[in-house]
């Protein structure tokens, strides 16, 4: 089911994986970046993760203030586009209940138009569009064959690796690393880095 219970579950899951993956997350922002986003994620998902369930009534209660609070913790461009895409959720996720395949579909999709309306990436800008967009597309496919939540949630988190594996080669043209212009080819993107790590917590969390 997906309560407030199971969210807050995800969020400090996520939290855990981000610390674990800090040091690698601002070594790749060390060679295209400015070195921070291992440490802007972390500082951002401890505050979430800090957030305590129970006043929350809703899943989506949960949601729109971790959104909220990434948004007043995170300075750099990470903060506002991870912030955008939890509020996004909890516009999908209105109500608690057991998930669907399409029900997820929509959920991720709704948090990638959120992220693209504020930070405009395209697919191929190498950001963490790359990571999500192939994530969503993966489980409308799920959704659209009928399948279950679990597999979306698994196909997604599969196809979010390879758009994450496809930033290596790609020329950066959003966020800082697009100052390098050619030089940011051949460097994973930190943030779509991350943002593989959110679906994989996702698949292990929401389903
Ligand atoms: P900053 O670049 O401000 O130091 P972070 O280092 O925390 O912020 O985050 C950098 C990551 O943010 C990049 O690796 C990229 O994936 C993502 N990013 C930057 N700008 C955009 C954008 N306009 N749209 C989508 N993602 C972006
Ligand atoms: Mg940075
Ligand atoms: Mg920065």
Redesign the pocket.
Known sequence: EISAATVSEWLKNYSAVISEHANELTDL?RQI??A??GS??ARGMTAVAALDPEPFASAAGLLKKAGMTLVST?G???GP?YGTFFLRLSTVIKTDGEPTAQLLADALDAGLAG?VAR???EVGDK???DALSPAVDAAKQVAADDGSAAEALAKAAEAANEGRDATIEMVAR????SYLGERSKGHQ????TSMALLVASAARCLS
């Open positions: 922002d970046g400015d921070d986003h802007n994620m995170v750099g461009a990470s586009l992220i930070g405009k990436a950001t963490l569009v959003r966020g800082r690393a993107d930190p943030g779509a």
